[in-house]
């Protein structure tokens, strides 16, 4: 009898000992299927983000500069000119033979293309974030017209000469910070497709536009962010870089580096770069990615445009080809 008891009481007892165990574990973080079938995807058709930015060898770089005057017959000829700016800026001035279209449209134009698709706004940077957007759409060959209109004549300077500044001049420190490993970010569609999960993702991307923030708000509250500064090493300390901006770079579904990125911190990864046109290439996919991801606008010409490291991509009053535009 007491042999049963004891039998008794060791039935109760282990299975609560048991549930105790697995309450008290912490949960493992398995990866989002959705994520992985999307990242599987854009592996297995040559679209990480080397390959959209243009830096795979294989493909066209993501951002062309107006031409020499003599070579503009055929530079226009060689495009399908798609200009996002406001109706009444494109009136104002803009390339011959670009259509003026509005960013939510920007798939819908790409695919009506009958030639290589070049993106035109004010600054580059938004042109920049489309044209990302075009090429994971299947558009593989799409650039960005740099320093978008600014760059084109000087009459469109100002949109530039607006957004440069020194505000960080100062206040950059050269102390690296260590690399953190996070999980993936977790995606709201469940589709098991890749392809139809990617157009999924463009689609909700393209309905948010362009995802930019002031150089002064991640200056003044870099707890606020996430940042990553797309930087060489050389220059993530010769220029300096903000308090705490990590530099993830490279940045590869082939080296899960994306896994250096936070997607659960304030909910807003911001990257910046030397003029926020590579920034908004990288902040285009990574929001395709799940990331709540933001550019810094105008990178370093909009923290620092006097840092006394630059070599190129410096904005001054010398960038602006000067070429003809026509107006309606």
């Known amino acids: 009898m007491k042999k049963l008891s004891i039998y008794f009481i060791a039935l109760f007892i282990i299975p609560a000992f048991v549930l105790t165990s697995c309450k008290d574990k912490a949960p493992i973080d398995t990866p989002d299927p959705a994520f992985t079938v999307l990242t599987d995807y854009l592996s297995a058709n040559a679209m990480d983000l080397t390959d959209i930015m243009g830096q795979s060898g294989t493909s066209t ?33 803009h390339i011959s033979g670009a259509k003026n279209i509005v960013f939510s449209d920007i798939i819908t134009e790409g695919n009506a293309a009958s030639k290589q698709i070049l993106v035109v706004c004010y600054t580059g940077q938004t042109a920049c974030y489309a044209t990302a957007l075009l090429r994971l759409a299947g558009q593989s060959d799409t ?55 990617l157009d999924a993702r463009i689609a909700a991307v393209v309905t948010d536009e362009f995802k930019g923030v002031g150089a ?9 962010y ?71 606008k105008f990178g370093m010409n909009g923290l620092w445009n006097l840092n006394p490291a630059w070599t190129s991509n410096q904005w001054s009053s010398t960038v602006p080809a000067d070429l003809p535009y026509v107006t309606k």
């Not at 760059?151 to 910070?177: E, Q, Y």
Request: aromatic share 14%.
């Open 226 to 296: 996430f940042i990553n500064n797309y930087f060489s090493e050389a220059d993530y300390t010769a220029f300096g870089h903000i308090d705490g901006a990590y530099r993830i770079n490279p940045l590869t579904l082939a080296g899960k580096e994306y896994n250096n990125l936070d997607p659960d911190t304030n909910g807003k990864v911001v990257t910046y770069c030397y003029t926020g046109q590579t920034s908004a290439v990288i902040t285009a996919y990574l929001n395709v990615l799940g990331y709540d991801a933001y550019s810094l």
């Open 143 to 197: 650039q960005a017209l740099k320093w978008g209109m600014s760059g084109w004549h000087t009459d469109f300077a100002f949109k530039w000469d607006g957004g440069i500044g020194n505000i960080a001049d100062g206040k950059l420190v050269t102390t690296a910070t260590a690399s953190l490993t996070f999980s993936d970010p977790e995606l709201s569609e469940t589709l098991t497709d890749g392809a139809a999960l």
């Open 61 to 93: 770089f993501f951002a062309t500069k107006p031409p020499a005057e003599a070579d503009l017959t055929a530079f226009l000829a060689k495009y399908t000119i798609l200009d996002i700016r406001k109706a009444d800026d494109f009136a104002t001035g």
């Open 216 to 224: 002064g708000d991640v200056l003044d509250n870099p707890g606020n």
